[in-house]
Each structure stands twice: as C-alpha cells, then as structure tokens.
C-alpha cells in the first residue's frame, strides 16, 4: 500500500510544483476517508493472508471440514405438521393442548381406493363397475404380512368401533372375532360388502358364522334359550342393526352365496345401483354408521327430481388403528408375548400392511379393464415426503462437476501468466467445502433439515457463492502493475472486499428477514442459508486469496496452469516501471495497453483542510487511436492491465499475445457493449422496454393466487398424483373437529355448546347430515340416550315393572333411569327416592339437569359404546368405567361415580367443496368467527383438522411477505449506504431491487404459480441475491471519474465479466434442480430461482447503468487539473456520444486521487469531467 507522506518526508530531489492540485472542496471527505480506512484494514488482510498464505490455507481448510463433519447428526424432518404448521401462531398453541390432552396420536389411519373409468367421464353406477370396485377392494382386504414370525392380515390390524363388553363369556369372544372393521365403502349397500369382512367364529353344530351367512337376529333366538342376551338385544336394537348384511340386495343375485334373505334373491334381478347409492350407505349399524354419498361417490349428476343419475368416481375407505393403539391392543397378548412386543414394531407392522395393500390394489384390475383403481396409504404420503427429502448424490456431483468444468474453462487463458484455471477449480472445491460446513454447523446448531435443505440449498448456495469467486480472481489478474509482489493480495482485498461484504451482507440479511415467515419448514431453510452464506463468505474473504497467492508464486515461476509441474513455454514478464525509469520519454501504451503508475505524496493543508497531493514528474503518454473509450479507462478504479512483454523495453523475447486472447467479455463490454448501451436512443429504448415490463408484472400479480396442494408436490406421472388429483377433483372431503376446552362449566353451558353446534353447522363449507339422521355430536347422542332410557322407565313406572323400592323386574334401560334419577349429587345425602317422579333426565328445554351432567356421562359412556365410538367425543379426562348390574342386590350399585369436570370434547364435522384456497380461507374465517361468538357466550373452543393446521397460513401470509419485503429493503438500503457512503446510490439499488422483486411476482402470474410460503421466501432472498447484479456496477461508477456516461462505461467494462460469469455460474447451480423427480422442484424452485436471475442480469448490466448514466450521483473523488500556460485541454467535443480526443502531450500537473489513496498519472480530463480551476486562473 502507497504510505501517505508529509512534506518533510519527501525526496531532496523532488521539487513541487507552484501550486499543487486538490481534492474539490465540495468532495465528501468523510465517506472518503471512511472507506479508505476500511480499504486500508483489507489491504493489510490480504497482505498478511498471502505472507502466510500456506498456513491460512491449512487452517481454514481443518476447520471448515471440522464443521462438515457435523452433517453426520443431522436430523431430516419429514412430519408435515412440523414442517408447515406457524410457529407460536394460535393453530400451533391449539395443537399443543390437542397433544397434550391426548397425545401425540391419532384415532386411526386411512387407506383409500378410487375407482374411475379408463373413459374420461364414463359412468361408474353399473353392476359391472362396482364389481370391478369389490374384487379390488376384496383383493386389498385379504393383504397378510408376516413379520417377526407373526401374520398379520386386516381383521387383526383394523380400527373397529365402539366393541361392547358383554359379561356372558362365549358371547365376549365370539363378537371380539366377529366385530366388523370400519370400511366406508359403497359395496355396504349390497350384501357384498359383508365380504370384505374377514371375522369369523365357531359354534358347535353351525357352519362358521361370518357376515356373509350372519343374521344377528335369528342368531338371538337361537341362543336365547342358552344363555341370558337381554341387554346385547337390546344393544343392537338400539343400534339399528337389524339383519345386518344378509337383508341387502347381492349385487350379483347369481352368486350362489347370496343369501335367501336379500331383497333380489329370488327374483334373480340386478339392483338398481343408482337408487341404492342415493344418500348414501350403512355399515352393520344403521343408526351409528352412515356412510354419507358424498363419502362414495365422486362427479354425481342428478335428475329434475333430485334423483341420482350417475356418478364418474366410487371411494372406499380401509380404517386402521394407530401404532399406538396397536400397541396397545396386543401388549400382553398371547401372540406377541416372545416378540419383544414394541410401539415401534406396531408402527412397522402398520406401515408394511398398508405398502402391501396400495400394491395389490393397484394391479387388482386387469390392464384392459374398463375401469382404473387408485390406491393411496397414510404410508405413501410418508414415503413420499423420506424420498423428496432424500439428497439426489448423482446430481450433487453432477452440479458440482458442471460447474467446476465451467470455473475451469472460463478461467483459463491463452496468456499463461493471466490463465487462472486451477484457481476456478480450488474455488469451486472451496464453496463446495464452505456449504458442507455451513450445513454441518446448522446440524451441529440443532437446526432440522427439510426437502428444501436437501433438494435446494446445496445448489443454489453453490451458485451464490461462486460468484464472488470469480470477482476477487477476475480483480487479482487485474492489479496495478508496480503493485509490489507481497503486496498483490491486499491490493485485490482492497479493490474487492467491500463488494463481497455488501453482496455477503445482504444475502445474510435477506435470508434472515426471510424467518418472518412462520412457517418451521421455510424458516429453518432460511437460517440455514444465512449460515451457508456467511460460511462462504469467510471462505472468500480468508481462504481463497490464499490460493490465489500460491497461484501468483507459480505465475511468478512461470508455470503452467492447472499443469504447474511443468515450466511455461512462453514465459511472460511483468514489468515494473517506476517513475525514475520513464523520465522524459514517451511510452508506446498502444502495444501492450499499458497503464503507468507512479507514487505520489499527499498531505492535508490545515488552512484549507484540503487533501494536497503532490506529483514526481511526469511523463508523456501516447493512447491508441483503435480504443474508443480511450486510455482514461485504465484506472485504479477500473480494470487494470499488467504491464507484460513490453517490446523494446528488456532484451528479453516476449511472446506476441494471440488475437484471441482479446476475446473477453471486458474486452466485449468496453468496445462494443457500453458505447452502444449508453447512446441516447438506447438509454430511451432501456426505460422503455423495463417501463413495459413493469406494467405488465404490475398486471400479473393480479394473477397470482394463493395456495400449494399436495399435487404441486408429489411427482406428475406416478400413482401417487394420480389418486391425490382424482381425489381432489371428486372427493374433495376434510374430517374436522369443533373441540372444546376446560375453563368453562359443560354442565351449565349446555345451550351454548348447542349454540355453537348450529352455528357451525351453518357453514357453507360444512357437509350437513341427511334430513333424517340427527347431528352426529356426542352431546346430541347422550340426551338422545337420556331420553330413551327416560321413555324406558315412565313405561316401565306405568306398567307397575318398577317401583319406588325395586327395579328388577323392570327393563335394563328402565333400570339405569331409575339409578339416575335418585342421585343428588351431594356427598353427604347421595340417593333422594322422591326424585323419580319428580325430575326427568332430560327438561323440556332438552337440557340435562347440571347435577345429573356428570354422573349421566359416566352411564352413558359405559353403557353405549357404539353411540360413543360414532360421536369421536374423545374426552378428557376420560369418565370412570361403571358397570351396570340389575339383578345386585347390595345397593353398592346404585352409586355412580361422577366424571370429572370435561377439559376436551370434540364435535365431528364434514367440510366440503374446498376445491382453491379462496374456499379454504372462507371456511376457517367462518369457523373462527363461530369460536369467537362462542367465547362471548363463555365457551372455550378452536376448530381443528387439517384445513386449519395447512391453508391458515394464508390468512396472513401476503401481510407477512409485504412486511418482511419492505423490512428488508429498509436493511438493503442502510447497509449500501453505510458501505457505499452514499444514499443517493443506495436508493438506486433500492428501487432496482424492488423493481425487481415485483415483476418477479408478476410473471409467476403468468407462469401460474401460486404464492405459498416457498416462493415467500424465494421473494424475499431475490432482493438480497439481486444485490449481486446491481452493487459491483454502482460500487464502479461511484470510485470511477468524468462524465456519468464514462462512469458507466468505466463501472460496465470493471464489473461485466465478473457479473456475467457469477449469472452464468448461479444458472449452472440451478441446472441441476431441473433434473429433479419433483415437478414441485422444478415449478417453485428451479423456475423462479432461474427467473431471479435473469431479471438480476438485465437489471444489472442494463437499467442500473441507464439510470446510473442518468440519475448518478456525483463522484466521490474529483480529478482536479492543473495545467500550464503553453499546453490547453482540448474542447470537449460537442454531443451526448462516447466520443473524445487525445492530446498530443500531458499537462503540466495532473493528479488523480481513488478511494484507495492511490495516485495514478493519466491522460487529461475526456469530454464531461469535471475540472476544477485553480482561484486566481479564469475560468
């Protein structure tokens, strides 16, 4: 670095002159001398990295791959609430106490098949399609696993509801093997369903009794006689039971199965499939399982009537326990005694079955059957989600390998002296490096990774941080050519580093604001780029120069590149030429474009607080006449050229350089690209052309919608998006729940929990129950239950079967409203005996008397296990078991202990139609205002289910991405105008960036992408990877001297290449997520991402140096001149154009100053630069 001398320090020889140049007194000198002091600290960085160059190297190459070495504990989240639900948000609060009332599992899990026709459109309501339907679902039915020496088949693995406990023995058994699974299916309708049913037990002197032979009445008669059945009769009376499955009509009347009781058996006729479909169908129980239509069936189309015509889609649904609950139901059994039973054995058992069933329903049907089955699992969305979060090493090492070929070849040049291509390998290898320790810091950190981590981060980390790769080597070839050997690096650090660290910065920055965004899964992505980010940052900033100055010391033993074992065959020498040396002659500049570099003293006038500098001697000069921008551009703010081979000036032979090697795209951007960019048509053409751009983004946004389904993610053209596209397009069907909480009385509050109820039911999103079926909630089916029993004893009372002092006689339901009746609820008086005609269970406002409430919801749960298992009451805590005993004689009988007071209880509820997010939106807005009306009334209660857990996001997701965008361009604009020094630049990249940003959200208009929390992000980091394009242009015009247009031109030729080469390198990134299996990937990543940075390309090497060239702020640093009476600065010539001449000698004195505090002799002043005269010349 050039030391700043005092008057007192300078040589005897030196004369000054009469009256030395200044800095113009308007010029900012505190910006001046800010940036120089943070140049000067890079300066001794990079001196002190390339004296050490070796040790740096080793040192940061043992920590970074210490930090690599932490992806080894990294945890890869895959649970889709974990990953999407807000985090702190009122949904995420609402799940907490839905876990920890009761846990962390569910009631069961699902398995569904969908059935279409091959034909778009085709009908499916015909005896032909449901008998394609059941020997796909009867092929799926009979799946058996066998696993740790077990066998595992449906009846033992699937979720049967409400089993009742019968204290006969034989009948226990006999409906534990019996007892149906749940199967929503359309084939209940018809006495095939029953086949589906895998239970069977013995008795003697019957054939097996399965559903397909099984009629539960006859089968009472029969063994009334046995055994004492009352209270299972009348459980399934209650229950509506019925025949069960032999009272329906068989589908095919000529089975040889069908049983003599189907409606069709002996008139041999098909049913009519539409009219048995209509409204729906039943499980065994007619009361407790109804299956709703729109449950089975998809793309209906009625008549004038309202009746069923056809439909394009049949769904059945297989229930299967959780892990949990499987677990659970076998913990101790027989069967699993020497197996080391496990919830995680469970969950495998599960999860095998259900892989095994999607595969065998899916080549259930012949290829060339008329009808098409699809089959999906709770397992396969998990597999889905472990495979899209799974790193693709093939194109990890593709990416990588194209870009290190890429680094390589544009590198490497025919001068051996100037080519780099080892650096661009080393460079590349050293990102690579850099992003592995950022991940493994994040993983060390605790911070989980996600598809976006694994599917995305590597590459466009790699891209981002190339960049700057190509920036400090493209400057390091550029250096001033009497920069001191040792001093090489510092010089680059110094004329670099502030680019990088505001590029860095604001990357960091952006990926940091972008954890606005509440969404766990996006948030961890961010953080994680912004450790990547600032992790190649230190790369670039302390490790890289080291390879470039053991790449200098083998440019200085002139060895071949990439080949360095091997000597140079047309060695190049720099040449150094000091003031002494040059004397009074003329340097021929147009043979080598050479740039002379002399030292000069400066000192600050303490009159005047003007920075001094003075001049040795000068030379003279000859510019090219073939160089349009001339010689002015060669400056220390600009791209500098090594002095190498001057002719004549050593006896040496030097190599001519090829013509080719002038091929470059500085070379580009100086005689063909600036002065065609920056001639008035042009500049009007540019405004023009992003003025329309902007419109029409303006007008795309519009466009833009919000949602992301499950279809955008899964793969187009395999199985999976095949079903979840037919299942959003027929069944598009969510199971909620209303629950509500503890801190209110239920037994007070029961007109406000009907309240609720309806008002919910209300919602245009809700699916309502059939006219004749009453609300499926457990507070309707216990008062219906109430009454009842009620119904049961005034019978009973009437009829003298019961009375004040004994129940026996009368009916087990008259029993249990007798016990009820007499309960006080006080401890110290329990029974009151007046109260059985004085009271009801149930008031005429159908209200249970509060002190009943809890000791009725004992009953009721012990005694109804279907109506209870139909409600989904789930509650918390849950009532005491209480078995009813009508022929005890004690009395212990007659108390019954009350449940505890209710802190969760659920409400079940159908949402349909949700086809866009607008619906979704609409619906919970919808249940959140019910809640709310609630609340006023004293009711606690959230609506919970998987619309709100994944689409309430977008309730403030746009306030969310305005909020953060805006937040960060505040950022942006402090932190270039804190590095820069200049606001008025710093406003420039501000509105570039934001121009940016919005018309990157118009063509995702256009693209028809939708806004979700993934492009969010994507958003928001545009403004902080648009800073790459836009700050190396502004940094240039503002250290660079003369008019705005040559500022431009000189910022265009210094920054082109380097700018190109990082869109280029960033593009090649991202030409790897192109070749993901993920359409999703490709749609929300790879487009967007490539669309980012095209739009940075154009803004940063077209509307930035028009606006620059326009709207630029003044130089910071002013070249003042100083010249003698005999030589006159030619007139500057007259017109907006890139056009000057050169004078034929230099002025007497001539002093530039950069912001590095170096001094450079050049050429005077070309058209447009501003000279300051000295006071007492005219002006």
Same mark, same amino acid.
């Given at each position: 670095?050039?030391?700043?001398?005092?008057?007192?320090?300078?040589?005897?020889?030196?004369?000054?002159?009469?009256?030395?140049?200044?800095?113009?007194?308007?010029?900012?000198?505190?910006?001046?001398?800010?940036?120089?002091?943070?140049?000067?600290?890079?300066?001794?960085?990079?001196?002190?990295?390339?004296?050490?160059?070796?040790?740096?190297?080793?040192?940061?190459?043992?920590?970074?791959?210490?930090?690599?070495?932490?992806?080894?504990?990294?945890?890869?989240?895959?649970?889709?609430?974990?990953?999407?639900?807000?985090?702190?948000?009122?949904?995420?609060?609402?799940?907490?106490?839905?876990?920890?009332?009761?846990?962390?599992?569910?009631?069961?899990?699902?398995?569904?098949?969908?059935?279409?026709?091959?034909?778009?459109?085709?009908?499916?309501?015909?005896?032909?399609?449901?008998?394609?339907?059941?020997?796909?679902?009867?092929?799926?039915?009979?799946?058996?696993?066998?696993?740790?020496?077990?066998?595992?088949?449906?009846?033992?693995?699937?979720?049967?509801?409400?089993?009742?406990?019968?204290?006969?023995?034989?009948?226990?058994?006999? #409906?534990?093997?019996?007892?149906?699974?749940?199967?929503?299916?359309?084939?209940?309708?018809?006495?095939?369903?029953?086949?589906?049913?895998?239970?069977?037990?013995?008795?003697?002197?019957?054939?097996?009794?399965?559903?397909?032979?099984?009629?539960?009445?006859?089968?009472?008669?029969?063994?009334?006689?046995?055994?004492?059945?009352?209270?299972?009769?009348?459980?399934?009376?209650?229950?509506?039971?019925?025949?069960?499955?032999?009272?329906?009509?068989?589908?095919?009347?000529?089975?040889?199965?069908?049983?003599?009781?189907?409606?069709?058996?002996?008139?041999?006729?098909?049913?009519?499939?539409?009219?048995?479909?209509?409204?729906?169908?039943?499980?065994?129980?007619?009361?407790?399982?109804?299956?709703?239509?729109?449950?089975?069936?998809?793309?209906?189309?009625?008549?004038?009537?309202?009746?069923?015509?056809?439909?394009?889609?049949?769904?059945?649904?297989?229930?299967?326990?959780?892990?949990?609950?499987?677990?659970?139901?076998?913990?101790?059994?027989?069967?699993?005694?020497?197996?080391?039973?496990?919830?995680?054995?469970?969950?495998?058992?599960?999860?095998?079955?259900?892989?095994?069933?999607?595969?065998?329903?899916?080549?259930?049907?012949?290829?060339?059957?008329?009808?098409?089955?699809?089959?999906?699992?709770?397992?396969?969305?998990?597999?889905?989600?472990?495979?899209?979060?799974?790193?693709?090493?093939?194109?990890?090492?593709?990416?990588?390998?194209?870009?290190?070929?890429?680094?390589?070849?544009?590198?490497?040049?025919?001068?051996?002296?100037?080519?780099?291509?080892?650096?661009?390998?080393?460079?590349?290898?050293?990102?690579?490096?850099?992003?592995?320790?950022?991940?493994?810091?994040?993983?060390?950190?605790? #911070?989980?990774?996600?598809?976006?981590?694994?599917?995305?981060?590597?590459?466009?980390?790699?891209?981002?941080?190339?960049?700057?790769?190509?920036?400090?080597?493209?400057?390091?070839?550029?250096?001033?050519?009497?920069?001191?050997?040792?001093?090489?690096?510092?010089?680059?650090?110094?004329?670099?580093?502030?680019?990088?660290?505001?590029?860095?910065?604001?990357?960091?920055?952006?990926?940091?604001?972008?954890?606005?965004?509440? !969404?766990?899964?996006?948030?961890?992505?961010?953080?994680?780029?912004?450790?990547?980010?600032?992790?190649?940052?230190?790369?670039?900033?302390?490790?890289?120069?080291?390879?470039?100055?053991?790449?200098?010391?083998?440019?200085?033993?002139?060895?071949?590149?990439?080949?360095?074992?091997?000597?140079?065959?047309?060695?190049?020498?720099?040449?150094?030429?000091?003031?002494?040396?040059?004397?009074?002659?003329?340097?021929?500049?147009?043979?080598?474009?050479?740039?002379?570099?002399?030292?000069?003293?400066?000192?600050?006038?303490?009159?005047?607080?003007?920075?001094?500098?003075?001049?040795?001697?000068?030379?003279?000069?000859?510019?090219?006449?073939?160089?349009?921008?001339?010689?002015?551009?060669?400056?220390?703010?600009?791209?500098?050229?090594?002095?190498?081979?001057?002719?004549?000036?050593?006896?040496?032979?030097?190599?001519?350089?090829?013509?080719?090697?002038?091929?470059?795209?500085?070379?580009?951007?100086?005689?063909?690209?600036?002065?065609?960019?920056?001639?008035?048509?042009?500049?009007?053409?540019?405004?023009?052309?992003?003025?329309?751009?902007?419109?029409?983004?303006?007008?795309?946004?519009?466009?833009?919608?919000?949602?992301?389904?499950?279809?955008?993610?899964?793969?187009?053209?395999?199985?999976?998006?095949?079903?979840?596209?037919?299942?959003?397009?027929?069944?598009?069907?969510?199971?909620?729940?209303?629950?509500?909480?503890?801190?209110?009385?239920?037994?007070?509050?029961?007109?406000?929990?009907?309240?609720?109820?309806?008002?919910?039911?209300?919602?245009?999103?809700?699916?309502?129950?059939?006219?004749?079926?009453?609300?499926?909630?457990?507070?309707?089916?216990?008062?219906?239950?109430?009454?009842?029993?009620?119904?049961?004893?005034?019978?009973?009372?009437?009829?003298?079967?019961?009375?004040?002092?004994?129940?026996?006689?009368?009916?087990?339901?008259?029993?249990?409203?007798?016990?009820?009746?007499?309960?006080?609820?006080?401890?110290?008086?329990?029974?009151?005996?007046?109260?059985?005609?004085?009271?009801?269970?149930?008031?005429?406002?159908?209200? !249970?008397?509060?002190?009943?409430?809890?000791?009725?919801?004992?009953?009721?749960?012990?005694?109804?296990?279907?109506?209870?298992?139909?409600?989904?009451?789930?509650?918390?805590?849950?009532?005491?078991?209480?078995?009813?005993?009508?022929?005890?004689?004690?009395?212990?009988?007659?108390?019954?202990?009350?449940?505890?007071?209710?802190?969760?209880?659920?409400?079940?509820?159908?949402?349909?139609?949700?086809?866009?997010?607008?619906?979704?939106?609409?619906?919970?807005?919808?249940?959140?205002?019910?809640?709310?009306?609630?609340?006023?009334?004293?009711?606690?209660?959230?609506?919970?289910?998987?619309?709100?857990?994944?689409?309430?996001?977008?309730?403030?997701?746009?306030?969310?991405?305005?909020?953060?965008?805006?937040?960060?361009?505040?950022?942006?604009?402090?932190?270039?105008?804190?590095?820069?020094?200049?606001?008025?630049?710093?406003?420039?990249?501000?509105?570039?960036?934001?121009?940016?940003?919005?018309?990157?959200?118009?063509?995702?208009?256009?693209?028809? !992408?939708?806004?979700?929390?993934?492009?969010?992000?994507?958003?928001?980091?545009?403004?902080?990877?648009?800073?790459?394009?836009?700050?190396?242009?502004?940094?240039?015009?503002?250290?660079?001297?003369?008019?705005?247009?040559?500022?431009?031109?000189?910022?265009?030729?210094?920054?082109?290449?380097?700018?190109?080469?990082?869109?280029?390198?960033?593009?090649?990134?991202?030409?790897?997520?192109?070749?993901?299996?993920?359409?999703?990937? #490709?749609?929300?990543?790879?487009?967007?991402?490539?669309?980012?940075?095209?739009?940075?390309?154009?803004?940063?090497?077209?509307?930035?140096?028009?606006?620059?060239?326009?709207?630029?702020?003044?130089?910071?640093?002013?070249?003042?001149?100083?010249?003698?009476?005999?030589?006159?600065?030619?007139?500057?010539?007259?017109?907006?154009?890139?056009?000057?001449?050169?004078?034929?000698?230099?002025?007497?004195?001539?002093?530039?100053?950069?912001?590095?505090?170096?001094?450079?002799?050049?050429?005077?002043?070309?058209?447009?630069?501003?000279?300051?005269?000295?006071?007492?010349?005219?002006?």
């Amino acid at each position: 670095m050039v030391r700043s001398l005092s008057l007192g320090e300078l040589p005897p020889s030196y004369t000054p002159p009469a009256r030395p140049p200044q800095i113009l007194a308007g010029s900012l000198q505190a910006p001046l001398w800010l940036r120089a002091h943070f140049q000067g600290l890079l300066f001794s960085l990079g001196c002190r990295i390339q004296r050490h160059c070796g040790k740096v190297l080793f040192l940061g190459l043992v920590a970074f791959g210490a930090l690599a070495l932490g992806l080894r504990v990294a945890v890869i989240e895959t649970d889709l609430e974990q990953l999407w639900v807000e985090v702190d948000s009122r949904v995420s609060q609402e799940l907490h106490y839905t876990r920890e009332k009761l846990g962390e599992e569910t009631a069961y899990t699902s398995q569904m098949l969908i059935q279409t026709a091959r034909q778009e459109g085709g009908n499916v309501l015909t005896a032909e399609a449901l008998g394609l339907h059941l020997q796909a679902a009867l092929t799926a039915s009979k799946v058996q696993v066998s696993l740790y020496g077990k066998s595992w088949d449906l009846n033992k693995i699937c979720y049967k509801s409400g089993v009742p406990l019968i204290e006969n023995g034989m009948i226990e058994r006999m #409906i534990e093997k019996l007892f149906p699974c749940v199967i929503l299916t359309p084939l209940d309708c018809f006495w095939e369903g029953a086949k589906l049913q895998g239970g069977s037990a013995y008795l003697p002197g019957r054939p097996d009794i399965q559903w397909t032979n099984l009629d539960p009445q006859r089968l009472l008669e029969e063994l009334g006689p046995f055994a004492s059945l009352e209270g299972f009769r009348e459980l399934l009376e209650k229950a509506q039971v019925g025949q069960a499955y032999v009272g329906r009509p068989c589908l095919d009347p000529d089975d040889p199965y069908c049983p003599p009781s189907a409606p069709n058996h002996h008139s041999r006729q098909a049913p009519n499939v539409a009219r048995e479909l209509s409204g729906g169908c039943h499980g065994f129980s007619h009361k407790f399982m109804h299956w709703q239509e729109e449950l089975l069936l998809g793309g209906t189309t009625r008549g004038l009537q309202g009746q069923l015509l056809r439909a394009e889609a049949l769904q059945s649904t297989f229930l299967l326990m959780s892990p949990r609950q499987l677990y659970e139901h076998f913990r101790g059994d027989y069967q699993t005694h020497d197996i080391g039973w496990s919830e995680e054995q469970a969950n495998t058992v599960l999860q095998t079955w259900q892989r095994r069933f999607v595969q065998l329903a899916q080549e259930a049907l012949p290829a060339n059957a008329s009808q098409q089955i699809h089959a999906f699992s709770s397992t396969s969305l998990d597999d889905i989600l472990h495979e899209f979060s799974e790193v693709s090493a093939t194109r990890v090492v593709g990416g990588y390998l194209l870009m290190l070929a890429y680094a390589c070849v544009t590198m490497l040049r025919w001068d051996c002296a100037q080519s780099q291509g080892a650096v661009g390998l080393a460079g590349v290898l050293l990102v690579a490096l850099a992003v592995a320790s950022g991940l493994g810091l994040c993983a060390l950190l605790g #911070i989980t990774f996600n598809a976006a981590t694994t599917q995305v981060l590597p590459f466009l980390a790699l891209g981002i941080g190339v960049d700057d790769i190509f920036l400090l080597a493209h400057a390091f070839t550029k250096a001033p050519p009497d920069t001191p050997l040792p001093e090489r690096m510092g010089e680059c650090l110094r004329r670099t580093g502030t680019s990088v660290a505001l590029t860095s910065i604001n990357n960091m920055v952006a990926f940091f604001m972008a954890i606005l965004v509440p !969404i766990p899964a996006l948030r961890a992505f961010s953080l994680q780029a912004a450790i990547v980010v600032g992790c190649n940052f230190a790369a670039v900033m302390l490790v890289f120069p080291a390879i470039l100055s053991l790449d200098l010391c083998r440019r200085h033993r002139q060895r071949l590149d990439v080949l360095c074992c091997f000597s140079s065959p047309c060695p190049a020498q720099v040449i150094q030429i000091l003031p002494q040396e040059l004397g009074d002659r003329t340097v021929p500049v147009g043979v080598a474009h050479l740039t002379a570099t002399v030292q000069a003293f400066t000192h600050c006038e303490a009159s005047s607080q003007h920075v001094v500098t003075i001049l040795p001697p000068q030379t003279h000069l000859i510019s090219p006449p073939s160089d349009p921008l001339g010689s002015e551009l060669y400056s220390t703010g600009g791209s500098t050229r090594d002095l190498l081979g001057q002719e004549g000036a050593r006896p040496k032979a030097a190599c001519r350089p090829l013509l080719c090697a002038h091929w470059t795209l500085a070379h580009f951007a100086r005689y063909q690209f600036a002065p065609l960019l920056l001639q008035t048509q042009a500049k009007a053409l540019v405004l023009v052309f992003f003025g329309a751009l902007l419109g029409l983004s303006l007008y795309g946004a519009t466009l833009v919608q919000d949602g992301l389904a499950l279809t955008d993610v899964v793969p187009r053209g395999t199985k999976e998006h095949a079903f979840l596209s037919a299942q959003l397009r027929y069944f598009s069907l969510y199971e909620v729940a209303l629950v509500t909480q503890g801190g209110f009385d239920y037994a007070h509050s029961q007109r406000a929990l009907f309240d609720l109820h309806q008002r919910f039911s209300s919602l245009k999103a809700v699916l309502p129950p059939p006219a004749s079926q009453a609300p499926r909630t457990w507070l309707h089916y216990y008062r219906s239950w109430l009454q009842g029993i009620q119904a049961a004893f005034d019978q009973d009372w009437a009829s003298g079967r019961i009375t004040r002092h004994s129940y026996r006689n009368g009916s087990e339901d008259g029993a249990l409203a007798y016990k009820l009746l007499i309960q006080t609820g006080n401890t110290q008086e329990p029974l009151d005996f007046n109260q059985l005609t004085t009271r009801k269970l149930v008031d005429k406002e159908g209200l !249970i008397p509060p002190e009943l409430f809890y000791m009725g919801l004992t009953v009721w749960v012990s005694s109804d296990p279907l109506g209870l298992a139909a409600s989904q009451a789930n509650f918390y805590p849950p009532p005491p078991e209480w078995l009813h005993d009508k022929y005890d004689t004690t009395g212990e009988n007659l108390r019954i202990p009350a449940a505890q007071p209710l802190e969760f209880a659920q409400f079940p509820f159908l949402l349909h139609g949700l086809q866009k997010t607008a619906d979704f939106v609409e619906a919970i807005e919808g249940a959140r205002a019910a809640c709310t009306e609630a609340g006023q009334a004293g009711v606690h209660a959230y609506p919970s289910g998987s619309p709100f857990l994944f689409w309430e996001q977008y309730l403030g997701l746009r306030r969310c991405f305005l909020l953060a965008i805006c937040i960060l361009l505040v950022c942006t604009f402090l932190v270039c105008a804190l590095l820069l020094l200049d606001p008025w630049t710093a406003g420039l990249i501000v509105l570039v960036l934001a121009m940016m940003t919005v018309e990157l959200f118009g063509i995702m208009g256009f693209l028809g !992408i939708k806004l979700s929390a993934i492009p969010v992000v994507i958003l928001v980091a545009s403004v902080g990877i648009g800073v790459e394009f836009t700050v190396h242009v502004a940094l240039g015009f503002l250290t660079a001297q003369g008019s705005r247009n040559l500022r431009a031109a000189r910022a265009l030729e210094q920054t082109f290449a380097p700018v190109t080469d990082g869109a280029v390198s960033t593009l090649l990134g991202l030409l790897m997520l192109a070749g993901s299996n993920f359409d999703f990937i #490709i749609r929300y990543f790879f487009v967007v991402l490539t669309v980012l940075t095209l739009l940075g390309l154009l803004h940063g090497l077209l509307l930035l140096p028009v606006l620059l060239s326009i709207l630029g702020p003044p130089p910071q640093v002013v070249q003042i001149y100083k010249e003698s009476p005999q030589v006159l600065s030619p007139a500057a010539p007259r017109g907006s154009g890139l056009r000057w001449g050169m004078p034929a000698t230099l002025p007497q004195s001539f002093a530039r100053v950069t912001t590095s505090m170096t001094v450079a002799l050049h050429p005077p002043p070309l058209p447009g630069a501003y000279v300051h005269p000295a006071p007492d010349e005219p002006t």
